[in-house]
């Protein structure tokens, strides 16, 4: 009897945590929720974050978590993990990651290594506690560094990179500033202040209205009040009244002394 060979296993989860610090977690929401908001509109564009990507079939050892990564060409969905072969065997085009304490020197030069290897056009490091920014773009083939990271725009994304007291800022190709949901939240909250006071004016403006028209049917009614004791009366409102006639006096007769 032949001897089977059992299916390779791709797990979803490689057992480490997404992020070593509220700080690197708050970066990577920033990044990501940025990006799924840019392409929102865009059903062929899947951005990913912190998922495990797969780039071999049948080797699932060979595998990184990339923070945040954005594939152009492959629809929005759900995914456990991203297994390549399945995906029209397209690479992630774009790769964030965001540097913590707990990131070694190795390691991240293994991660360059890997998807430098495995066809990624642009890979971007931010470390928020060195307040430092790097790049690399594929130049004939390999990982070339960016010169400057302030004012670079990202040739897939369209998005502009700089840093602003040491913070990283993504700008919209419109050149709105991603946010954070801090941001978001007040943005949301002081629309919503401006509904509330826009609907308290127009109900106001309703309730003015309302006041008129009833002030309206009260004259309305008084009038008709007037126009019925008119008629008890004698009078007809709706005639014109009848001239006042007027007699001659006799011319009086010079006086002769």
Known sequence: MAATSNPATYADMDGLPMADSTVQFEWIVYIKKGLDWLFSDDPQVFVGGNLLWYPIEGDPKR???????????????NRGSYQQWLEADIPPQVVFEVVSYGNTIPEMTC????????GVEEYYIYDPDRASLGGFIRQDGEFEAIDSMDGWVSPYLGVGFGLQDGRLELVRPNGQPFETYEQLAARAEEERERADQESLHNEAAQEQILQLE??????????????????LLGVDPDQPPAPESTSELPASEPSHE
């Open 63 to 77: 595998r990184q978590a990339p923070d945040v990564m954005v594939v152009f060409g492959r629809p929005k969905r």
């Open 214 to 231: 009833e002030q309206l049917n009260q004259q309305r009614a008084e009038v008709q009040r007037l126009r019925s004791h008119l008629k």
């Open 111 to 118: 991660k360059f290594q890997f998807y430098d290897r495995h």
